[in-house]
């Protein structure tokens, strides 16, 4: 069956420095990849999304890469900020024969101090 | 303002009932799911359905059922056979198709005792 996970433990981090969070998976080539942020007690909220033909893809202060033979995801956060502080998930993009369904992974819940 | 919304935010249940979770989109999209969260757990899935009156299961389905009746509506019922149904309950719509992202209501937390 379909495996995805993300960094296990909490990631704790000064502001200002660079996140980078992880994202791995098996069993599956995906076309797409997806990223959200998660708040507490919220629902999540899209951030980005990276085709399996793009190496890199950026917004702002976020950037996502998509390494298909790693079979992995880098997603960097820069010049992080306190209101950061979210558990962010990646999700494997089944495509449209599998009626768009995401498979999600477990979460990395980021904590950026001032 | 479009979104989607669930109702109610908390839910309190004795066991051996049913209990029905609300999820209304004004977002005109197609697509709509039903995920589950537990803590420290990612999403998972439900139910899912593409368009009006048709629906399939996701990977957690047992205990669970739905309806579609209309496009703008997608009500769970966590229904007794489920034996775990205390979580967090996340309903989603999307457009169909790749490429579109998934837009999340504010959640419902179901409490059986």
């Known amino acids: 069956s379909q495996k995805i996970e993300q960094n296990s433990e909490a990631l704790n981090i000064q502001e200002g420095k660079t996140a980078t969070l992880t994202c791995n998976y098996t069993?599956?080539?995906?076309?797409?990849l997806q990223w959200y942020r998660q708040d507490p007690g919220r629902g999540p909220v899209f951030l980005l999304l990276i085709r399996e033909n793009e190496k890199e893809k950026r917004k702002e202060r976020l950037k996502v890469t998509f390494d298909t033979t790693l079979k992995q995801s880098l997603f960097h956060i820069t010049a992080s900020q306190p209101a950061d502080s979210a558990t962010y998930l990646c999700a494997l993009d089944m495509g449209y024969n599998q009626g768009g369904k995401l498979i999600f992974g477990q979460g990395t819940e980021l904590s950026v101090k001032p | 303002d479009g979104g989607i919304t669930q109702s109610p935010k908390y839910l309190f249940r004795k066991e051996g009932q049913n209990v029905t979770l609300s999820c209304e989109q004004n977002l005109n999209h197609d697509a709509m799911y039903w995920y589950r969260q537990d803590p420290g757990q990612g999403l998972r899935l439900i139910y899912y359905s593409q368009i009006v009156n048709d629906f399939q299961k996701g990977d957690i389905a047992e205990g669970y059922s739905v309806s579609r009746e209309k496009k703008e509506s997608f009500p769970l019922t966590v229904t007794s056979a489920q034996k775990n149904p205390t979580a967090f309950y996340l309903c989603?719509?999307?457009?169909?198709?790749?490429?579109?992202?998934?837009?999340f209501g504010p959640g419902t937390r179901l409490t059986v005792t």
């Open positions: 989603a719509s999307s457009g169909t198709g790749p490429l579109y992202e998934q837009y």
């Open positions: 069993n599956y080539s995906p076309a797409y």
